[in-house]
């Protein structure tokens, strides 16, 4: 016996499907064309996270840091993990234009060039107007990627906003033995083809009301520099931003030249380099990034905090919230792992 679905939407927008009896809500969405983002669909990252406000529903599993008991209260929901015992509808605090189907197919770009800049970091320059569409993505997202000759995809956040011909950049970790590193330092040549899937991923820059904190570790520096294209393109957007960008060696800060056209682009944004390893070269600040928050600044007012980064980072930020004292604040978050794509 069937069950029908509805999934609202941020926007307003509701969208109606079938699903199983026994089918996992999910894996029903799919299969009707209606793409929520998603990732780990093992009850632990909570990207396909939303709230049944009407029917009955069943939860195989649910990490408790995926859901906490008063979100189990309130009715919220993993995806991945419900079943519908009913007619049932659910809310999403995302807008609809993420779960197009349309924008999430197999697709195909070449490459353009690939630009190492820095020690451990190179962009690869992907031009995919050979799609006859504009590709339509959230600066903050990110695709998955094919690397040439292999079965294994890596995913990355966009480091540049939608253009109309299609030209993208993604900001690559450079690791001693990765796959996609690999395939960039001895195999990358201009004209390649590079398969991928795009748009993925919840983190993207809602409509911005309140000062921002950005917080980049290492590569996570890609998600935002597509975010301050996008500011830069509207000459701001009506708060005060402030980046702060962590690596562990001096050799590792790339695209410092960009970010110093923003300052020029961007009313009210500044950025703060912080280096984890102290050198004679460096004069800058060091350590760790929540060692150089303001506190009292920042609760001064409320504000909206971004963070994308590898898992260390992100819960050492997310522990100095908590033991901050802070109170008015709105988290945002992305975790990668170590294969340099994002977790």
């Not at 906490?68 to 995806?79: F, N, P, W």
């Not at 000759?149 to 890596?154: K, N």
């Not at 040549?189 to 921002?212: C, K, M």
């Not at 000459?235 to 923003?262: A, S």
């Amino acid at each position: 016996m069937n069950h029908k679905v509805a999934f609202s939407f941020a926007d307003g927008k509701t969208l109606f499907f079938d699903a199983g009896a026994n089918e996992i809500l999910l894996d029903a969405a799919l299969r009707n064309g209606v793409k929520i983002p998603f990732d780990c669909r093992e009850g632990v990252c909570s990207t396909c996270k939303g709230r049944c406000e009407s029917g009955e529903y069943e939860q195989d599993y649910v990490d408790d840091e995926a859901l906490s008991a008063e979100d189990l209260a309130q009715r919220k929901m993993l995806s991945c993990q419900t079943r519908v015992r009913s007619d049932a509808s659910f809310f999403f605090d995302f807008d609809s234009t993420l779960c197009r189907s349309e924008d999430t197919g197999r697709m195909t770009a070449t490459v353009s060039r690939m630009e190492k800049v820095s020690g451990s970091t190179a962009i690869l320059h992907l031009d995919a107007s050979g799609v006859r569409r504009r590709l339509d993505f959230l600066p903050g997202q990110y695709a998955r990627l094919l690397v040439p000759e292999t079965d294994a995809w890596r995913s990355y956040s966009f480091a540049n906003q939608p253009s109309y011909d299609n030209q993208l950049q993604f900001l690559i970790r450079l690791l001693p033995d990765g796959i996609m590193s690999n395939y960039l330092r001895e195999r990358c040549t201009p004209g390649q083809s590079i398969d991928f899937e795009a748009p993925f991923g919840t983190f993207y820059l809602r409509h911005v009301e309140r000062p921002l904190v950005m917080v980049a570790g290492g590569t996570g520096l890609s998600a935002f520099l597509g975010m301050l294209d996008e500011m830069a393109s509207r000459g701001g957007c009506g708060q005060p931003v402030t980046l702060y960008y962590g690596v562990n060696d001096v050799g590792d800060l790339c695209e410092y030249e960009r970010l110093k056209g923003y300052v020029d682009r961007i009313e009210g944004f500044s950025y703060v380099p912080v280096v984890v390893n102290s050198s004679p070269d460096w004069s800058g600040k060091t350590g760790y990034i929540p060692d150089h928050f303001d506190v009292k600044a920042l609760a001064a007012r409320p504000f909206d905090m971004y963070v994308c980064g590898p898992p260390p980072m992100v819960e050492a930020i997310r522990k100095w919230l908590a033991t901050s004292g802070l109170q008015d604040f709105q988290l945002h978050f992305e975790k990668f792992a170590s294969t340099g794509g994002l977790e």
